[in-house]
């Protein structure tokens, strides 16, 4: 198990408490330090089954900045490779499958 993890995130403490507490040790992946490449983020994308507007923060700044609103998914894709803060959080990958955890207890249907 992998979770894509930002510490200052309170959804993202609480999806990994929830992973600890379940005895699983996931693989801690400081997106923000450690960004998704555009292969890595279409591979997610198919283990989620969502398109790519559901894994991007619309009330970022940058988003408003790069005026993103209408851009197509390969662009979006782009943006969140190459600003990771627009990327949703925290998301778990499990195998083929990987879910968001918002609310966190999504993560449990991964288990």
Known sequence: ME????????????????ILENNIKPTIRLYLDNPLSVKE??????????????????????????????ADKSLLIEKISKNPILLE???????????????PENVKELF
Do not use: F, M, Q
């Open 3 to 18: 979770i894509l993890h930002n510490p200052r995130c309170s959804k993202s403490r609480a999806t990994l408490n929830i």
């Open 41 to 70: 983020i279409k591979v997610l994308l198919k283990k989620l089954s969502a398109p790519v507007d559901k894994i991007i923060r619309k009330n970022e700044e940058i988003y408003k900045k790069l005026d993103l609103k209408n």
């Open 89 to 103: 959080r925290p998301i778990v990958i499990e195998g083929e499958n990987a879910i968001i955890g918002r609310p």
